[in-house]
């Protein structure tokens, strides 16, 4: 079955330590997004990469960072310099159609 | 900047029809999406529209006026299942960004 995996689904980190979200999907697209989604909030864009090798900041890029190395692959680090960090974060693909294919997402926890 | 805007919460009882609207006013328009989302699960697609009109599929229906910047998805003979927030999304056009730009979502409550 074709789709996005995020992992993991739940993690708890210290303050001033960085972490890595993983997001894997099967589908063949090439453009792949990270959302923010906090209480009573929309979902906020990140980051954003439409080929390999290249992506752009988003509306909250700061305290975060991405790499694609491989089209399945679009991992998002949190940094120390992100100041509030506990949310729900979602990864996406999307088709040519512009729809969005989220993953189940992962809800960091900063203790 | 982009605005969207959509009721915070909304109640309805099974059985029944509700209507959760959105108006947006942002630089451009390509598309209004809405997505379902339960609590805690990701997004899923329910429905999009381009042109004006009414589109329906099943129990859902969205509709869009683009000069009034208006959009509205219809929901009909409610289930309990369909308690669950829908975000309606606007996409921007632009240097093949393809962004969504999304609204804060309505929490529907459906009741016995």
């Known amino acids: 079955d074709g789709g996005i995996t995020q992992s993991p689904k739940y993690l708890f980190r210290k303050e001033g330590q960085n972490v890595t979200l993983s997001c894997e999907q099967n589908?063949?697209?090439?453009?792949m997004y990270w959302y923010r989604q906090d209480p009573g909030q929309g979902l906020r864009l990140i980051y954003y990469?439409?080929?390999?090798?290249?992506?752009q900041k988003g509306d909250i890029a700061e305290g975060y960072s991405v790499s694609r190395e491989k089209k399945e692959s679009f991992p998002l680090t949190v940094t120390s310099a992100q100041k509030n960090p506990t949310a729900f974060y979602l990864c996406a693909s999307r088709e040519n159609t512009g729809e969005l294919f989220f993953g189940e997402g992962s809800r960091l926890t900063v203790l | 900047g982009q605005n969207i805007d959509q009721p915070t919460e909304m109640t309805a009882t099974e059985g029944a029809i509700v209507q959760i609207n959105c108006t947006y006013q942002?630089?451009?328009?390509?598309?209004l999406f809405w997505y379902q989302q339960h609590a805690g699960e990701a997004p899923t697609f329910l429905s999009y529209?381009?042109?004006?009109g009414l589109e329906e599929k099943g129990r859902f229906s969205s509709f869009l006026s683009r000069s009034k910047g208006y959009s509205y998805l219809l929901l009909k003979e409610l289930q309990m299942k369909d308690s669950a927030s829908y975000l309606c999304?606007?996409?921007?056009?632009?240097?093949?960004?393809?962004?969504?730009?999304f609204g804060k979502g309505t929490k529907l409550s459906v009741i016995p």
């Open positions: 529209n381009v042109l004006d």
């Open positions: 990469s439409q080929i390999v090798n290249d992506f």
């Open positions: 942002t630089s451009g328009f390509n598309g």
């Open positions: 589908l063949n697209h090439d453009a």
């Open positions: 999304a606007v996409r921007l056009p632009g240097a093949g960004s393809y962004q969504l730009t």
